[in-house]
């Protein structure tokens, strides 16, 4: 399938992965307009739209993905020809804690797009140039001993938490809408994203940000759960082969080909933050309390803590679908990659300063109110 979108609507586009699509998508696509919807829960952050924020194609609209009526207005009002979602509730661990906002948004949240989407794009005026893209994570898979092969298309869901319960229950209605509807759709699953504008409560801000205050690093159990890392722009990447030139009714898994140990990512961010004060002494003075300020090693702050409950082992991908089928393989390896978030996180201390003291919230709110 070749189709060639025009007129966008991104859920969670002021999220992680969805803002650095929204950017991705603007650099390479000239003549399309952008919509972003997203409710600006904890994880969203209109600051990272705020370098594109005067582009006319983009318009913002705060709104739940569980407003079905404002979708369909939406859908209509703009011309919708492609919707891209990745609007959704993903931290594991608030889903262990609090699994209901998961179930409202993951899964009734999608069923509310995928109703407007029919009732706009399948109804009385028919619009057949469309496309619903759900974007999905590796966890509805399981987890993976040491020597299992990689997670295939075709390998059966068997999630372990509910965030990725609520993902796979996504994952299914999607594909249901294709099947007795007859929506075009594609989904795809990823493994661990990582880059720029990255919540700081997932690993890699996290750790990167308590090293430059001396804080602990927590790392669950023994470090040796197993991620393939995938780097943010590469995941656009793959998703805009998916949605330009992937099979109706089919799912691609986009993996980065970068399986490494939690401790393992840590004492590489330790290496790199170590090397980045030694070349730059201005850093000492942005941040004395960071070990490498006080001539100390970064990895001495790594904590070892109780497991989390139902901790999955091992996720790897097996890419080899989309890399046939839509000759997609990501460019950044893992030691580009990771090289590229910290320079970033140095270079953009306002934003992630911003995220921790809540002042971006309050900046909303009275933007908003």
Not at 291 to 306: E, F, K, M
Request: hydrophobic residues 35%.
């Amino acid at each position: 399938m070749n189709h060639r979108p025009r007129r966008l609507l991104v859920t969670g586009g002021a999220g992680f992965i969805g803002a650095n699509f929204v950017h991705h998508w603007l650099a390479g696509h000239r003549d399309d307009r952008l919509l972003v919807l997203d409710a600006l829960t904890y994880a969203g952050n209109l600051r990272s739209l705020q370098p594109v924020a005067d582009d006319p194609r983009l318009r913002f609209v705060k709104g739940s993905i569980c407003d079905t009526e404002l979708v369909e207005q939406l859908l209509r009002e703009e011309r919708i020809d492609t919707l891209v979602h990745f609007a959704a509730e993903s931290h594991v661990d608030r889903s262990i804690t609090g699994p209901d906002a998961f179930i409202d948004t993951n899964v009734v949240g999608t069923h509310s797009l995928l109703k407007a989407a029919r009732s706009v794009w399948l109804g009385q005026n028919r619009v057949e140039a469309h496309h619903f893209h759900h974007v999905s994570t590796d966890e509805v898979y399981g987890t993976l001993a040491p020597t299992d092969p990689p997670f295939a298309e075709t390998t059966p869901y068997a999630p372990n938490s509910p965030y990725s319960a609520s993902k796979a229950a996504s994952d299914h209605l999607v594909r249901a809408y294709h099947h007795t509807y007859g929506l075009r759709t594609t989904t795809s699953n990823c493994s661990n994203n990582y880059g720029p504008y990255h919540f700081p409560e997932k690993l890699i801000p996290l750790c990167l940000i308590n090293i430059l205050f001396g804080r602990p690093l927590p790392i669950y159990g023994d470090g040796q759960q197993i991620r393939d890392w995938l780097y943010v722009t590469d995941h656009c990447r793959g998703i805009e082969a998916v949605i330009e030139r992937g099979q109706l009714g089919e799912t691609y898994n986009i993996g980065g080909n970068n399986e490494k140990s939690n401790l393992e990512v840590v004492t590489t961010l330790c290496t790199l933050l170590d090397q980045a004060f030694a070349a730059n002494p201005e850093l000492a003075v942005r941040f004395p309390d960071a070990p490498a300020a006080r001539g100390l090693a970064s990895r001495t702050l790594i904590t070892h803590v109780q497991d989390r409950a139902g901790h999955d082992r091992r996720y790897a991908i097996d890419a080899r679908k989309i890399e046939q089928a839509l000759q997609f393989r990501p460019l950044e390896s893992f030691e580009s990659g990771i090289a590229r978030t910290v320079t970033w996180y140095l270079d953009h201390q306002a934003w992630w300063r911003e995220v921790m003291d809540g002042s971006y919230r309050d900046w909303i709110q009275r933007q908003y109110g």
